[in-house]
Each structure stands twice: as C-alpha cells, then as structure tokens.
C-alpha cells in the first residue's frame, strides 16, 4: 500500500488566483494520477503525472488550466490556474504502487472552493 | 466504450442486511475491475478487487461477482452495518498503465 499526504486539505480563493496543491508519497510509484471530484459526483481523471516529463491530459483538460509537475517518483503537484466558481471541487492525488498493474490509492484530497 | 455504468445511486438496507450494487462496462479490453468504498471528507479506499479471470472474489462481508459475458460486475456485502453506510464505486482499467475509469457512485445508507 502507499500513504499519500496531500496539502493543503481545503482552500477558499478568490476568482482569478491559481492554487498549487501537493502531493507526497510515503514510498516511490511508478504511476501518480490527478482526479477531480465535484461535490457528490463520481471521480474524473484531469491527467497522468510523468515523471521528467510533460503530463497527459484527458479530454477536457488544458496544460496552461491545470499544470503539473512531477520531478520525481514520490511528489507531484497539481495548479489549478485562473480559478473560477466553477473549479470548486474536490481534487484528489492517487498513486500506483506494486508497477504498471498494481493498485491505486488516493490521497484525503484537497477541497478547493472559489468565490 | 470507456463509460462504466453503475446502479442504484443510492440504496437504503436494513442492518444485517445484504447489499448489492451493479456495475456494467462495455470495453473488453478492460482487464481490472476495482471497488473503492469513500466516507464524507475522505479520499476513496480499495476495499476489493477482481480481474476476470475469476467469476467471484470474497474478503470478509464483501464479495465480488463478475460475469464476463455479461460484462457485469457487482458487489455484495453481507450483514450490512451501519459503518458500512459511504459511498461505493466501481471502477475499470484497460491495459497496464492506464488510469481507472470510475462509475458514478452508489450512496449506500444501513439503517440500525
């Protein structure tokens, strides 16, 4: 298994300011996801988190909204980019462990709400 | 192709109940069929999971059943309790590597 610390666990921002969230992995991964998880809906991939290299989106999701890094095997962070109400939302940081077919865990999530 | 299409939304059962939630994919490529139980304010956890090369795995009050030709997967928990009232999701993985695609959730309620 893998404890995933993600911080911080929630924000109130104002409209037009972007929001770094981090995500710590107490073991390395070869795999580091990011979710979004709008109040009482399902979870949605924004993107996979490469490490050394640029991330890949999902359909619907932009490098310049959404930028993340991952410079190596246990940390990761997600920027949520000239926010607005409508990226309030819960987002959540999750890692593969055990190689490419292993088991996802998540992190607590982050609840970012805009004003 | 890629939707996992997940029933009821919610559900309402009696403690020392059974449980039963229903999940249904479309892509065949899919090769991991996980369950991931979530409580208020927290992240989802991996409380079970099946590839399909089985057609049931159990772990304690918790069963999966998986019917490949069907392409149907469903999860049973026995003597439901209270603490068991979360949210569940089930969710699906193509070939290694790719990220889960998730269900949208049945909010399950066990009244005492």
């Known amino acids: 298994s893998a404890v995933i610390s993600q911080k911080p666990s929630r924000d109130i921002c104002q409209r037009g300011t972007s929001l770094t969230i981090q995500c710590q992995v107490d073991?390395?991964?070869?795999?580091m996801f990011w979710y979004r998880q709008q109040p009482g809906q399902s979870l949605t991939l924004i993107a996979t988190a490469n490490q050394g290299s640029e991330a890949t989106y999902e359909s619907g999701f932009v490098i310049d909204k959404f930028p993340i890094s991952r410079p190596n095997l246990t940390f990761s962070t997600l920027t949520v980019s000239n926010m607005s109400p409508e990226d309030s939302s819960i987002y959540l940081c999750?890692?593969?462990?055990?190689?490419?077919?292993?088991?996802?865990?998540f992190g607590e999530g982050s609840r970012l709400t805009v004003l | 192709q890629q939707q996992v299409k997940q029933s009821p939304q919610s559900l309402i059962v009696q403690k020392g109940g059974i449980s039963i939630i229903n999940c249904a994919y479309e892509n065949t490529a899919f090769d991991y069929f996980p369950w991931y139980q979530q409580f208020p304010g927290k992240g989802p956890a991996l409380l079970i999971a099946?590839?399909?090369?089985?057609s049931e795995k159990k772990e304690g009050r918790f069963t999966i059943s998986f019917n490949k030709s069907a392409k149907q997967f469903s999860l049973h928990i026995m003597d439901s309790q209270p603490g068991d009232s979360a949210t569940y999701f089930c969710a699906a993985r193509g070939q290694a590597g790719t990220a889960l695609i998730f269900g949208k959730g049945t909010t399950l309620s066990v009244s005492s």
């Open positions: 073991s390395q991964v070869t795999m």
């Open positions: 999750s890692a593969r462990t055990g190689g490419r077919a292993g088991e996802l865990f």
């Open positions: 099946i590839r399909p090369d089985v």
